[in-house]
């Protein structure tokens, strides 16, 4: 039998396995039509939770239900497609390759402006290509660098990644 971890302040297991059924019932409802049982379900969750937890939960419910229905690029693609007509707000919402600016990134780190990185983050969910824009920029970069230095950049990401080792 494998033991369940519990960090601070998580949930057992046994509720957050309620909680999910209780936001299961509540996107059938949805689903449904039904608006008196989503209305009622919806009371209930929220008398139960906080917000942040109830919308955590129907995060989950629903990436479980795109992974289970799509294969992993087509369930992104319905995602993006899905972000790209939501109506339009504060923060647009970046999803594709054109929009990721991997060199505003890199000057914003670059600055430390902290609040415009942030801002870039919060505003690319689909993380995909500013991630591969930023790779790109650091293997053009890398012939730039002196050996050792890249040696001790390799050495550090190495000691961060590895595992704790036992103490005796």
């Given at each position: 039998?494998?033991?369940?971890?519990?960090?601070?302040?998580?949930?057992?297991?046994?509720?957050?396995?309620?909680?999910?059924?209780?936001?299961?019932?509540?996107?059938?409802?949805?689903?449904?039509?039904?608006?008196?049982?989503?209305?009622?379900?919806?009371?209930?969750?929220?008398?139960?939770?906080?917000?942040r937890e109830v919308v955590s939960l129907l995060a989950?419910?629903?990436?479980?239900?795109?992974?289970?229905?799509?294969?992993?690029?087509?369930?992104?693609?319905?995602?993006?497609?899905?972000?790209?007509?939501?109506?339009?707000?504060?923060?647009?919402?970046?999803?594709?390759?054109?929009?990721?600016?991997?060199?505003?990134?890199?000057?914003?780190?670059?600055?430390?402006?902290?609040?415009?990185?942030?801002?870039?983050?919060?505003?690319?969910?689909?993380?995909?290509?500013?991630?591969?824009?930023?790779?790109?920029?650091?293997?053009?970069?890398?012939?730039?660098?002196?050996?050792?230095?890249?040696?001790?950049?390799?050495?550090?990401?190495?000691?961060?990644?590895?595992?704790?080792?036992?103490?005796?």
């Open positions: 039998m494998v033991a369940a971890h519990k960090l601070a302040g998580e949930l057992p297991a046994q509720r957050v396995e309620e909680a999910k059924g209780r936001a299961a019932t509540l996107l059938l409802a949805f689903r449904h039509g039904n608006q008196v049982a989503f209305d009622a379900a919806l009371d209930r969750l929220l008398a139960e939770a906080a917000e989950w419910i629903a990436a479980e239900a795109v992974r289970k229905a799509y294969a992993p690029a087509v369930g992104d693609k319905v995602l993006r497609a899905l972000a790209r007509r939501a109506p339009k707000g504060d923060i647009g919402v970046l999803v594709d390759e054109e929009s990721a600016d991997a060199a505003r990134l890199i000057e914003a780190v670059r600055g430390g402006q902290v609040a415009a990185v942030r801002q870039l983050v919060a505003a690319t969910p689909d993380t995909t290509f500013l991630l591969g824009g930023l790779l790109q920029a650091v293997a053009m970069m890398l012939p730039l660098l002196a050996e050792d230095e890249i040696d001790e950049v390799v050495a550090e990401l190495r000691l961060r990644q590895s595992p704790v080792p036992a103490t005796a």
